[in-house]
């Protein structure tokens, strides 16, 4: 049984990174966008949350290349993103649809790190996200 959980996990490696690295240069592009929009807003410590991910995001987008480590990468990318989300839920001065974003996590904690962690990172940050509403 173990056999062939580690077959099915090398076999959804190379879909993961590919995954991974689209999700690390949206993110790249998007944090600097809505960077500039709080800044505007005068939203200055979410704004730079955001271009502090947008960072993080390349950096991790060149460290994934060659990596044998997929997994700790995916983590090392999808809990400060999420944290940074419930910090922009958080900031009074956001809007109402940043709420909208709380439904990306169960599907991007399940499509990169599979059932079971998948669950724990959802079943957490949707806690997170629904006190803080």
């Not at 995954?19 to 410590?45: A, K």
């Not at 960072?55 to 990596?67: E, G, K, L, Q």
Request: glycine content about 4%; aromatic content about 14%; hydrophobic content about 55%.
């Amino acid at each position: 049984m173990d056999t062939y959980r580690e077959s099915q996990r090398q076999l959804a490696r190379p879909y993961r990174k590919a995954v991974l690295r689209t999700l690390l240069g949206l993110t790249f592009v998007s944090d600097i966008l809505f960077c500039f929009l709080n800044l505007q807003r005068g939203n200055h410590p979410l704004a730079f949350a955001e271009l502090g991910m947008s960072m993080y995001s390349a950096f991790i987008f060149v460290a994934v290349r060659r990596t044998q480590h997929l997994e700790r990468w995916v983590l090392a990318y999808l809990l400060p993103f999420f944290i940074t989300m419930m910090y922009a839920l958080s900031t009074p001065r956001a809007t109402t649809t940043v709420f909208a974003w709380v439904l990306l996590i169960p599907i991007l904690a399940h499509l990169l790190t599979g059932r079971r962690q998948g669950l724990i990172i959802s079943a957490t940050f949707m806690s997170i996200a629904a006190v803080i509403f």
